[in-house]
């Protein structure tokens, strides 16, 4: 079982909504990482958190540390925002990251 | 500009062949890492090195080699022990192996094994 759990999965939406994409995890961790994966395999990194609400343009990222919860918000969004979206964080060694499945998102104009 | 180069984004080799991928950055980071993932699956680590000439297995290391002569580099050969080596295949870096060392990723290379 994978410790990072992402919902949904699958994501279709149209221009100009608010996305929220979820991920959760088991076990105690320092810092939180939200990358970007574009249609052609590119990987960015958007954040990484480690407690509060971070923003960047029209992405935020939240993390909830008690409850092992962390949140990516796109306002507005828009059809260049389709992507896979996942989340990781580091294993307990703390020299590798444990990534979850992924969110695909799809925005239709 | 500091980033990270793979090399060729796209490679196809005959089964039984081995085949090395090149990774390169400039951004003066100790710690590389190799991914594999395969179509529509998360991504699964190979190797990685926190430090010159010092590597560690990931969770699929069987039938993979690395080697870390230098700091800026981090080539990953796919050897014919790879039962099912068609894959894409991206590197990543770190300024180091930390916990909370945000990861720096390559194009990648799409490897197809005919």
């Known amino acids: 079982k994978n410790e990072v759990e992402q919902s949904p999965q699958n994501l279709t939406a149209q221009e100009g909504e608010f996305i929220t994409i979820n991920c959760s995890y088991s076990?105690?961790?320092?810092?939180l990482h939200w990358l970007q994966q574009h249609p052609g395999g590119g990987i960015v990194s958007l954040f990484m958190?480690?407690?509060g609400k971070k923003k960047h343009g029209r992405l935020i990222a939240t993390i909830n540390i008690q409850e092992k919860h962390s949140s990516l918000h796109i306002t507005a969004s828009h059809p260049r925002d389709s992507a896979v979206y996942i989340c990781?964080?580091?294993?307990?060694?703390?020299?590798?990251?444990?990534f979850g499945e992924g969110t695909q998102l799809t925005v239709n104009p | 500009d500091g980033g990270i180069t793979q090399s060729p984004k796209y490679l196809f080799r005959k089964e039984g062949q081995n085949v090395t991928l090149s990774c390169e950055q400039n951004?003066?980071?100790?710690?590389m890492y190799w991914y594999r993932q395969d179509p529509g699956q998360g991504l699964r680590l190979i190797y990685y090195?926190?430090?010159?000439?010092?590597?560690q297995k990931g969770d699929i290391a069987e039938g993979y080699s690395v080697s870390r002569e230098k700091k800026e580099s981090f080539p990953l050969t796919v050897t014919s022990a790879q039962k099912n080596p068609t894959a894409f295949y991206l590197c990543?870096?770190?300024?180091?192996?930390?916990?909370?060392?945000?990861?720096?990723f390559g194009p990648g290379t799409r490897l197809t094994v005919l």
């Open positions: 090195s926190q430090i010159v000439n010092d590597f």
């Open positions: 951004l003066n980071h100790d710690a």
């Open positions: 076990v105690g961790i320092s810092a």
């Open positions: 958190l480690s407690s």
């Open positions: 990543a870096s770190s300024i180091d192996g930390g916990p909370v060392g945000e990861q720096f």
């Open positions: 990781a964080h580091p294993e307990t060694s703390g020299s590798r990251l444990t």
